[in-house]
């Protein structure tokens, strides 16, 4: 997992946490999984969840950790350290002080362990899908929607990996869909996903540049799920914005079939 220079926005650190808690609630979340070369780590601890939480949003010196994880500094230090050996995390020296060190996430995030109640049982759904579609990709649609329902079902939140495959798949997809021109280059995406059947993207606004996405292959016909749930999406417009323009950009979906809306919406800041 390549790791980032870029230092975090601090307001958006502290937004994200909050959103999180939020949305799902920290008293929810129970297990948090860290693909490491030793293996996959189970995440339990809320004081642990909540540093790496902010690590993912960027790398941090120990003081930072201290100042934003709100905990006493031989408190994060134990946690620290206990990451460090489970190879969930790594430090370097801070160039500007070598007496310190930054901390970064050198393991891939997998995802969550939680339970959620769906509000649709998976064999109505699916029988839905059975009796009244007959397209052959409609099928494939209901294979990937089935398994990641049961994953959900099941407590298990794939979003971190679905997230991740679409940033690869964004990074590969570019060289057909770049353009210098803006317009081309958004032509060219809204092309690429009413042809392979992704959905209908249309632009919104440009300031800030805001798209929806009609009939999105991702979450069209899932059930209500009470979050966005476009993280493969997310990623490819993620990874294709990213380097139109030459620097991190964050996505944020804010409107989402799984959030009962009609249409997906994705804000490119």
Same mark, same amino acid.
């Given at each position: ?20 808690? &939020?949305? $799902? ?23 642990? /969840? ?9 790398? =941090? ?14 408190? /994060?230090?134990?946690? =620290?350290? +206990?990451? +460090? ?19 970064? !996430?050198? +393991? ?16 109505? $759904?699916?029988?839905? %899908? ?11 649609? @209901? ?19 679905? &997230? ?24 060219? !995406?809204?092309? *690429?996903?009413?042809? &392979? ?8 606004? @440009? ?16 059930? $209500? ?14 990874? @294709? *914005? +990213? ?13 989402? $079939?799984?959030?009962?809306?009609? %249409?997906?919406?994705? /804000? !490119?800041?």
């Amino acid at each position: 997992m390549e790791k980032t220079n870029i230092k975090p926005d601090r307001n958006i650190i502290n937004k994200d946490i909050n959103e999180n808690n &939020h949305v $799902y609630g920290s008293e929810n979340i129970q297990i948090e999984l860290f693909a490491t070369p030793k293996g996959v780590k189970a995440v339990k601890s809320p004081v642990r /969840v909540k540093i790496l939480s902010m690590l993912r949003e960027g790398d =941090l010196s120990f003081d930072e950790i201290v100042k934003f994880s709100g905990r006493a500094k031989s408190t /994060v230090s134990s946690h =620290l350290k +206990s990451m +460090s050996r489970e190879g969930i995390i790594s430090s370097r020296v801070d160039p500007y002080d070598a007496r310190k060190k930054i901390f970064f !996430i050198q +393991s891939e995030y997998i995802g969550k362990l939680q339970r959620q109640q769906l509000q649709e049982d998976i064999s109505a $759904y699916i029988q839905r %899908y059975i009796s009244s579609e007959n397209d052959p990709f409609e099928f494939f649609r @209901l294979i990937f929607h089935t398994i990641r329902i049961s994953l959900l079902t099941q407590g298990v939140d794939i979003d971190p990996i679905l &997230h991740e495959a679409g940033l690869k798949v964004g990074k590969a997809l570019y060289e057909k869909v770049k353009d210098p021109e803006r317009d081309n280059f958004l032509g060219n !995406i809204a092309n *690429f996903w009413e042809t &392979h059947s992704l959905g209908t993207v249309e632009v919104k606004t @440009l300031e800030p540049l805001t798209i929806s996405v009609q009939d999105c292959f991702e979450c069209s016909g899932l059930p $209500y799920l009470g979050r966005p749930a476009c993280a493969f999406d997310s990623g490819i417009l993620e990874s @294709l *914005f +990213s380097l139109y323009n030459n620097e991190k950009t964050r996505v944020k979906e804010t409107k989402c $079939y799984a959030l009962g809306d009609k %249409y997906c919406r994705f /804000v !490119i800041e």
